[in-house]
């Protein structure tokens, strides 16, 4: 599988996350949409989870939900950034972790079930899913969303007719994740697709969103200098064939959900329910 992430300067992706913390939540309806979806998946699952993960759970929605889908779990939810933990935490109702998804700060076989909502294209899917892989009970199941490489088709285009200089992810392909998937140990994989168009009331309101996504461009091949107006009019120029009859803003995602098992009878301590949980302050 091809590894994006060395392609993304992680210093970027840390700082596009902490400015969605100053963001209003309901801005983002891209992670809205999917965090629903998620959890109407989660009713496909022949499991009684103990204990949560909630991987990459920014304000922490889904963590709330998951709280609500099992009232007699754990729910912990962990992200890179508490910035939106803190600012949200004292309305939430869950276990609240500040630590990196790619080395988590967890025993090995702990958690029932992992779920993660829009996490992977900002990551190294490799150390992720080894990581997942690691702390996830014998049978116990991930369930995420992600995006896939028809993500912003339209901004690739537009942008291609302004510069040469990189602006939209490379978002990892279905295929390539099954089979990542495999590679750490997880069994019957279960993927699909979603296409999904969303409109928007102008290109900032899309930028918006994204920004609130945390999905500003971090590639180490964009252009480091300011944007200037001239570039930002020739790409709203070049975009606006993607109007609707409406005036607004057409932007395509591709979904990628999937629901995945720790292999039975891997290594771990299915004893009972204490997981060690480093305390933020």
Known sequence: MKNDFPY????????????????????????????KELIERLSLLTLTPRIILDLGCGTGVEADLLTQCYPDAVVVGLDACGAPLFKYAPCRSFLATVGDAGHLPYQGG??????????????DVDKVL??????????GALVFATLGPDTLCEARVAWDH???FAHVHDFTDMHD??????????????????????????IRGLVRDLR??????????????LTGKDR???FKSAYSFRQT???????????????????????GDDSGIHVSIPQSS
């Open 8 to 35: 993304l300067q992680e210093s970027a992706v840390q700082q596009a996350t902490q400015r969605a913390a100053d963001l209003d939540p309901a801005d983002n309806v891209l992670a809205r949409h999917t965090g």
């Open 110 to 123: 702990v958690f029932d079930l992992v779920v993660s909502n829009l996490l992977l294209p900002w990551c």
């Open 130 to 139: 080894g990581e997942v892989a690691r702390v996830l009970r014998p049978g």
């Open 162 to 164: 302004v510069d040469t």
């Open 177 to 202: 994740l099954g089979d990542a998937l495999i590679r750490y140990g997880f069994v019957e994989p279960v993927m699909d697709v979603q296409m999904l168009g969303l409109t928007f009331s102008d």
């Open 212 to 225: 609130a996504l945390g999905g500003t461009n971090a590639l180490t091949a964009r252009r480091r200098t």
């Open 232 to 234: 930002w009019h020739a």
């Open 245 to 267: 009859d409406g005036g607004r803003v057409r932007a395509t995602f591709e979904l990628v959900y999937a629901i995945a098992w720790a292999k039975s009878g891997s290594s």
